[in-house]
């Protein structure tokens, strides 16, 4: 997913009406009105047209946190995760977790072997 940043487009235009012409700028895109309504000048909404013909949703992010969405840092996250949160979860929560339920066992069958 891209981010798009607003200052990339200009600065905002208070003339700019997505509707001018009868929506003659919104032709095609019928389906995602509400979302292009928001544009406020001409160069977004052509940002944002591309990004809904290459089938992405449109985000807009402020300037110095793009990176945060690159697919190189998502892989960074979902490796932290697996490779380090993971085994800590399982180390602190899922081997006491094991520990008591061998001891229930253990219990239920000392009592079934002390049963005549």
């Known amino acids: ?4 940043y607003r200052s990339d487009y200009g600065p905002p235009d208070p003339a700019f009406d997505p ?8 032709r095609g895109f019928d389906g995602h009105r509400a979302v292009l309504m928001r544009a406020q000048n001409l160069g977004q909404l052509e940002a944002m ?3 809904l ?5 449109i985000h807009w992010c402020d300037q110095g946190y793009g990176w945060v969405y690159q697919p190189r840092v998502d892989g960074f996250f979902d490796t932290v995760l697996i490779l380090v949160v993971a085994p800590w979860f399982v180390w602190r929560v899922a081997r006491p977790l094991l520990r008591w339920v061998r001891g229930r066992i253990d219990d239920r069958a000392a009592i079934a072997r002390a049963l005549p």
């Open 49 to 51: 047209k591309r990004q």
């Open 53 to 57: 013909t290459r089938g992405e949703q």
């Open 1 to 4: 997913m891209q981010c798009l």
């Open 19 to 26: 509707m001018a012409g009868g929506g003659v700028l919104l």
